[in-house]
């Protein structure tokens, strides 16, 4: 089978962890590398966590390129309330020692210079679109020999998250996310918005996280130590039992396009005002505009629980998930 090249870009941030672990467990993807945007954690803590993530799963090899620190206008306003103070879930885990791993001595941006070019090569944005923002504004050409972008964020019909109407990735750099679906546009080419539509289906249980520590013990108690913290949030916040994992969905859908439905469209993102950050989707094609997304609003939940345990947990064979936990 022929491995599809991917560069993840991401605000680790407990599930883009989440995400890398589904990515790295995954025989389709080639991931090249992973570069780190300021958005859940500041970008250097960002940067620490990809690596405290790489370290439990043996790849130090993966190399992680520091991006920027800040949105292209907005304050920056990170989501530590929802991630921890250590943007990972107050695990606390050990820096990966510096010997372990040599900082990268090349920006995000380089590196998106240097690897773009060879072709084929996809990006999986997790955070805000920053980085590829500054790439379509300083180096054009390269931000178009992207094969494709998958991007986890916006919602069409489910609320905001940071407001009635916007959602976190897009509000916290509208800038840069117009920029993106505009460039995207101009290409004639559509962007895959993983919005909060879909997202919003997965969450992580207790009775999952607890089947997943029986079948790995291992990762599944990692992925406890992460996760604890979220679950903490999302019952004070959204009284749930369980947390949602958007994060990873974007990953499943890039390997498995069967996991999502939706509808092409035109998608604009408002960077200002009482509605910024909202991914203004056409639908009714109003504006009689050409599609440049590709606007996902269904998920088969039940498929990608299956992808997702039986990948990050290495099983041999896929999950009894009725079995387990639905009893049926
Ligand atoms: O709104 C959810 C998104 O914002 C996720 O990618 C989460 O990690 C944060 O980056
Ligand atoms: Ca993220």
């Not at 560069?7 to 991931?31: F, R, T």
């Not at 101009?186 to 999952?208: E, W, Y």
């Not at 990873?248 to 939706?262: E, I, M, T």
């Not at 269904?298 to 936990?325: A, H, K, M, N, Y």
Request: with cysteine; glycine share 6%.
């Amino acid at each position: 089978m022929k491995r599809k090249k991917v560069i993840i870009d991401c605000d680790p941030g407990i599930d883009d962890s989440l995400a890398i672990m589904l990515a790295l467990s995954s025989e389709e993807l080639e991931v090249v590398g992973i570069t780190i945007v300021a958005g859940n954690a500041p970008v250097q803590m960002g940067y620490e966590n990809a690596r405290k993530v790489l370290q439990f799963l043996g790849r130090l090899d993966i190399p992680v390129l520091i991006g920027a620190d800040r949105p292209l206008k907005r304050p920056f306003v990170n989501a530590l309330d929802t991630h921890g103070p250590d943007g990972l879930g107050d695990s606390q885990l050990p820096l990966v020692p510096s010997d372990a791993f040599s900082q990268q001595p090349i920006s995000a941006r380089e590196f998106f210079e240097k690897v773009l070019p060879c072709g084929s090569v996809s990006i999986i944005a997790l955070g805000p679109m920053t980085n590829l923002a500054v790439l379509a504004k300083q180096s054009p050409e390269v931000f178009g020999q992207i094969d494709e972008i998958v991007s986890m964020g916006g919602a069409f019909r489910s609320h905001g998250n940071c407001s009635p109407v916007a959602e976190y990735n897009y509000w916290c750099d509208p800038d840069a996310a117009a920029i993106v679906y505009e460039e995207m546009d101009r290409r004639s080419k559509k962007i895959h918005m993983v919005g909060l539509d879909v997202t919003r289906k997965i969450v992580l249980t207790p009775d999952l996280l607890a089947y997943m520590k029986r079948l790995n013990p291992e990762t599944g108690s990692f992925i406890e130590k992460i996760t604890k913290f979220y679950f903490d949030f999302h019952w004070e916040w959204e009284h749930l039992i369980g947390c949602v994992i958007n994060d990873p969905l974007a990953v499943a859908y890039f390997v498995n396009r069967d996991l999502c439905r939706g509808f092409d469209s035109y998608v604009q993102i408002e960077t200002e005002g009482i509605a910024m950050g909202q991914s203004i989707v056409d639908k009714m094609h109003f504006y009689r505009h050409s599609s440049n997304a590709v606007v996902l609003t269904e998920v088969d939940t039940f498929s990608f629980f299956r992808l997702f345990l039986t990948r990050v947990l290495r099983l041999s064979e896929e999950p009894d998930l009725l079995g387990q936990i639905l009893r049926c």
